[in-house]
């Protein structure tokens, strides 16, 4: 059974930086889609940025030139680098991994960008 746990986020002032890291379990990561979905007090989660087993990246429009994602097959990990953070930023961060047509969540790390 695969699991997935973030860390990394915090509190951090507008145009700071942060890097979320997320470790998965289970034997699945390498061909699995990893990606960072957020969610705000009363939106919608929203889809940060997503890496293919075979390390193509997709990124939201918001967060381009910005966020860069990363993974570590050796290692089972996942990475978001967070730059230029802004307030708008603010939000539950989560993992995710998609295979085949399971999805599953990590419990989610809260960003706080703030003065």
């Known amino acids: 059974q695969v699991q997935l746990v973030e860390s990394g986020g915090g509190l951090v002032q507008p145009g700071g930086s942060l890097r979320l890291s997320c470790a998965a379990s289970?034997?699945?990561?390498?061909?699995?889609?990893m990606g960072w979905y957020r969610q705000a007090p009363e939106k919608q989660r929203e889809l940060v940025a997503e890496?293919?087993?075979?390390?193509?990246?997709k990124y939201a429009d918001s967060v381009k030139g910005r966020f860069t994602i990363s993974r570590d097959n050796a290692k089972n990990m996942v990475y978001l680098q967070m730059n230029s953070l802004k307030p708008e930023d603010t939000a539950v961060y989560y993992c995710n991994l998609k295979f085949v047509l399971a999805t599953m969540w990590g419990q989610g790390t809260q960003v706080t960008v703030s003065s």
């Open positions: 289970g034997n699945i990561f390498d061909r699995s889609v």
């Open positions: 890496i293919t087993s075979g390390g193509s990246t």
